[in-house]
């Protein structure tokens, strides 16, 4: 299992509405059709394809219903293996959130030091930019008030 947890200087709603926004955003981009937020809550299902040591495979992708400002957990399936990922949000007294992001596969894959190394590098930019454009955003909407 892949796994990654950071404390974020967000609340738990700007980081669960930011994902929303992301996930929609892919969904739209690799389904072909224009989901919706409403679409979202009630869990989505869309093909898509990845490239896979050279070759286009089809893949499913599955959107669970989410948990709002709590989780947000999607299955994709390609190649005979399903994929399991999950971002947990906990909400923190002082106004902020603990985002928490979990991968797992069935079959097990085969991990290694280096794509645990890559997942923590990859995830703590990935937590990074989505905090920083929040707080960006909070800030040029305080300033044009």
């Given at each position: 299992?892949?796994?990654?947890?950071?404390?974020?200087?967000?609340?738990?709603?700007e980081?669960?509405?930011?994902?929303?926004?992301?996930?929609?955003?892919?969904?739209?981009?690799?389904?072909g059709?224009?989901?919706?937020?409403?679409?979202?809550?009630?869990?989505?299902?869309?093909k898509?394809?990845?490239?896979?040591?050279?070759?286009?495979?089809?893949?499913?992708?599955?959107?669970?219903?989410?948990?709002?400002?709590?989780?947000?957990?999607?299955?994709?399936?390609?190649?005979g293996?399903?994929?399991?990922?999950?971002?947990?949000?906990?909400?923190?007294?002082?106004?902020?959130?603990?985002?928490?992001?979990?991968?797992?596969?069935?079959?097990?894959?085969?991990?290694?030091?280096?794509?645990?190394?890559?997942?923590?590098?990859?995830?703590?930019?990935?937590?990074?930019?989505?905090?920083?454009?929040?707080?960006?955003?909070?800030?040029?909407?305080?300033?044009?008030?």
């Open positions: 299992m892949l796994s990654y947890k950071k404390k974020l200087r967000v609340s738990a709603e980081i669960y509405d930011l994902l929303v926004q992301q996930v929609i955003a892919e969904a739209r981009q690799k389904g059709k224009d989901f919706t937020v409403e679409d979202f809550n009630k869990g989505l299902k869309y898509s394809s990845k490239k896979l040591s050279g070759k286009l495979e089809d893949a499913s992708v599955s959107v669970k219903k989410p948990i709002e400002n709590r989780k947000i957990s999607f299955t994709y399936f390609i190649k293996v399903t994929y399991d990922f999950s971002y947990n949000i906990t909400p923190e007294e002082d106004g902020t959130c603990t985002l928490e992001y979990n991968q797992t596969s069935n079959p097990a894959q085969k991990e290694n030091w280096f794509a645990r190394l890559m997942n923590n590098r990859n995830s703590r930019a990935k937590f990074s930019s989505m905090e920083k454009y929040i707080i960006q955003n909070r800030n040029k909407q305080n300033n044009e008030e």
